[in-house]
Structures are given as structure tokens and as C-alpha cells.
């Protein structure tokens, strides 16, 4: 199978260490859709066994039929790569963008949520397709109840084709493990990962949405260690002390320790939460000023737009603003975006191009830049932490041995009065006239009790 065949690209949206993410459109002129590239720059030794994988994954994605499983319109891969697959693109507001303005959920509301996100998920299991990533920022949410779960099969595959590139480019780690402390224990201790893995997933969403907190909350090391080394489960009646017994029982079961002692199903969870679950739309009325429409691709800021072509970019007028201006990718116009080799465009590219293009930063729309004043002021205070740390060691190697030199000096005699000086006494048979060079430099001894 070759390059993309019925999509190609328009911008680059956003480089991350194992992905690219692009706008695209069908060639028939259809809808815009999403093009996500895996595993860009894999060396050519190792792309063959990825190819394989990557369509053994992805063509589970594209056979899925519910459209909030966002099913692969296309996928194509080459033995050389690229891999790309295709998806609509969705819309709607996080669940962290929901929390975070509406703070935590009613049962009935969170029920109904987490029974939502369940029958997407139970719909891929069908299908042998898994998530293992669960998070706030991985389900979008409408107004009228449309609840899309977003990158399902994108940790199964990099899992079974690059476990160590995963594991080792924590930039990678935080794009998709944003919270921490929702990661299943099992995959942080590389033990084996399966349907339990995205019921524990569930589990933590349940506990996020009714609590407004992680079951593990803190930064990234603190929560990883809590998730491997606590020997309680978090309760989250101790953040919502009203909460219903069986809700709290039931995500402190789903985010157990060890696979075994969790529901054995997605269908499990679901059942146990039909007789608390409001339905859906009714239950989201009240937030409909929170949630959204907007079309996920709008969350970033375009870093490259592609146009075949040299003449004709050249000629290309600068979309209105706050688009990004136009700029030529290519310099011959046979060049095909999506559709030739990557070693082939980047060689097209000037340096400049070249270099937005392997190394641009994932930019979401309205995020702030930092500018060149506050890098620079980073940098200094670098300099200046390690210089001090340096001084402070120097002065600690100096001056420890007078330190401890001063500490093993024998103690004066027990019973001295408070500031009596004591003076050592000279040698029996000492000359004292030989002791007159000296008795200046003597100092006295003063005791406090």
C-alpha cells in the first residue's frame, strides 16, 4: 500500500516526538479531516515490521462503524514509511475543560459520562482495538451529547512497536498521560496490558468526574509512585464525604492495584452505573455554556501550510488573518504532498522550512509564546543557580576541615564559670622566655553555660 491515496495534506498542526499531526482534505473536495503520522523519521531497518503493525492496528480503527470512535477513513503505510491514517476531525470541549469550569459533576451527570465514554470503549474492545491512555483531555463532549474518545489504538501500537521510544521520551509521555495520576499501574511497571488496562482508565475518569481531582494527585513522579507503591486505594468520599457508597466502591474497584481484582469488563462498569445515570443531553442542559461545537483542529496554530508548487505558491496570496501566511513546501511542483517519500520532501525544502518542519513545537491556538526577553532571563538564572552551587561547594570543601578540626578540640573542664577564660598551662620545665614570640598569637577560650 502506498501514501495517502484519497486525502491530502494542508498544514501542519502540531510535531510531537512519535506523531505529526496535519489538516487534510478528501481529493474529491469532501470535509476536512485530521492526518496523523506515526513514527515520523523511524530508521528504514525498522520501518518494515512497523508498517505491518501499524495497518494490523490502524485497519482495526478503520472498521469500527460509531462515529465517536473517530473509525480511520484512511490508512496507508509503505515498507520505507510514512504511516498515516485519516479521521474525521471532531468537535467539542475536554472533560478537563469542563472540570475546570464547572468544577466536579452530579452523580447522575458524571454517571451518565462515564456510561457514554464505556460504550465507545466496549465498541472497540469489540473490535480488538484498545486505548490504554484515558484521560481528562482524550473525550470531547457536545452540547447535544456527543461524546468522542480520541488516539484509541495510538498506545497499543507505539507499545508493540517502539516500547522504548515510548518510554523514553517523556515529552511523548506527557502529551499522552497528561495526568499522571491516571495511568494504569501496569503500564508503568511494564507488565502485561489488556481490557483491565482501559477499565482502569474508566475507573479514573469516574473518580475525576465526580471529585474534580485525580485519584493520585501531584506531579509526575509523586503520583507514579503512589500508583506502585500505595498499599490503600484512594477514597473519593474523602473529597466528597456525600458522595453514594456504590459509586465510590465502584471506582476505588476500577482503579484497584492489580488487573485481576477489577471488573472483569467495561459491560460491568456500565451496568453498575445504569440505575445512577441521568440521560445524557438532558443531563448536560445546565452546562451548555461551557460546552462547545468547536472543531478540535482549532485548537492549534497552523506552523506550516503545505501548497504543491513552486510557481503557483509563489503567487499564493496570505489568507486573512489570524491564518498563517502561505508558504511554499516545495520547490518542484511534481512533488505531492502525502504522497511521496518524506526523505523526498524534505529534500525540497529550504533549510528554513526544513527546520519548522522536523522541529516545530506543538503551538494550541491563543497559547502564549515565550518571548526571547524571558528565555534569555531563564538562561541567566540557570547560569546563576549553577555558579552559586559552585561557590557553595568550594566554600564547603574549605572550610569543612577548620570546621571539624574545630569540633575535635578537647573541652575545657567541667565547673567554669560563665565567661572565664582559660588558658593553657605551659609544659613542666617549658622556658618561659622562649614563649614570649608566641604569647600573642595565643587566644583565649571563653565558656557560656
Known amino acids: 500500500m502506498g501514501a495517502l491515496a484519497r486525502h491530502h495534506l ?3 498542526l502540531a510535531v510531537r516526538p512519535l ?6 482534505r478528501a481529493n474529491d473536495g469532501g470535509a476536512d479531516v485530521l492526518v496523523h503520522q506515526v513514527l515520523p523519521g523511524l530508521p528504514a531497518i525498522e520501518c518494515p515490521a512497523a508498517s505491518r503493525l501499524f495497518l494490523e492496528h490502524f485497519g482495526r480503527r478503520a472498521a469500527l462503524s460509531d462515529p465517536g470512535t473517530l473509525p480511520a477513513r484512511e490508512v496507508a503505510a509503505r515498507e520505507d514509511g510514512p504511516f498515516y491514517y485519516v479521521t ?6 475536554t472533560l478537563g475543560e469542563l472540570l475546570r469550569a464547572a468544577g466536579s459533576l452530579p452523580v ?5 459520562v462515564t456510561i457514554a465514554i464505556g460504550n465507545r470503549l466496549e465498541h472497540a474492545h469489540a473490535a480488538g482495538l484498545f486505548h490504554w491512555a484515558l484521560h481528562r483531555d482524550a473525550v470531547l463532549l457536545t452540547p447535544d451529547g456527543q461524546t468522542t474518545v480520541l488516539d484509541l489504538g495510538l498506545v497499543p501500537f507505539l507499545d508493540a512497536c517502539a516500547p522504548d521510544r515510548l518510554r523514553q521520551a517523556r515529552s511523548m509521555w506527557d502529551i499522552l498521560f497528561p495526568d499522571p495520576g491516571a495511568v494504569a499501574p501496569e503500564l508503568l511497571a511494564g507488565e502485561p496490558l489488556g481490557r483491565a488496562t482501559d477499565v482502569y482508565g474508566l475507573g479514573a475518569l469516574l473518580y475525576l468526574l465526580v471529585t474534580a481531582v485525580s485519584p493520585y494527585p501531584g506531579r509526575a513522579m509523586m503520583a507514579m509512585n503512589a500508583i506502585l507503591g500505595s498499599r490503600r486505594l484512594p477514597d473519593p468520599r474523602r473529597e466528597m464525604p456525600n458522595l453514594s457508597p456504590e459509586i465510590a466502591e465502584l471506582a476505588m474497584a476500577c482503579i484497584a492495584r492489580r488487573p485481576e481484582e477489577r471488573p472483569g469488563s467495561i459491560g460491568e462498569v456500565l451496568a453498575a452505573l445504569q440505575r445512577h445515570a441521568a440521560t445524557l443531553p438532558d443531563a448536560l ?3 451548555g455554556s461551557v460546552l462547545s461545537t468547536t472543531p478540535y ?8 501550510r503545505l501548497v504543491a508548487g513552486g510557481a503557483e505558491a509563489a503567487d499564493a496570496s496570505p489568507p486573512e488573518e489570524p491564518a498563517p501566511v502561505v508558504v511554499a513546501l516545495f520547490r518542484q511542483p511534481a512533488a505531492q504532498p502525502g504522497r511521496s517519500p518524506e526523505a523526498a520532501l524534505l529534500t525540497q ?3 528554513e522550512q526544513r527546520t519548522l518542519y522536523l522541529a516545530a513545537g506543538n503551538r494550541r491556538a491563543g497559547a502564549s509564546e515565550l518571548s526571547a526577553t524571558r528565555l534569555q532571563r531563564r538562561l541567566e538564572i540557570r547560569r546563576g543557580a549553577i555558579v552559586g552551587a559552585l561557590v557553595a561547594l568550594v566554600l564547603l570543601v574549605t572550610g569543612l576541615p577548620a570546621w571539624l578540626d574545630r569540633q575535635s578540640q578537647p573541652a575545657p573542664a567541667a565547673g ?3 565567661g572565664a577564660t582559660v588558658t593553657t598551662p605551659p609544659p613542666l620545665g617549658a622556658r618561659r622566655e622562649a614563649d614570649d614570640g608566641d604569647r600573642a598569637d595565643r587566644r583565649s577560650i571563653v565558656l557560656y553555660r
Not at 88 to 93: A, C, K, L, R
Open 19 to 24: 506523531e505529526r499531526l496535519y489538516s487534510g
Open 349 to 351: 525544502m529550504t533549510t
Open 88 to 93: 474525521d476531525v471532531p468537535s467539542g470541549t
Open 10 to 12: 494542508q498544514s501542519l
Open 416 to 418: 567554669t564559670a560563665r
Open 297 to 304: 483542529s482549532t485548537r492549534y496554530t497552523p506552523r506550516l
Open 285 to 287: 442542559r445546565s452546562y
Open 108 to 112: 447522575p451527570v458524571a454517571a451518565a
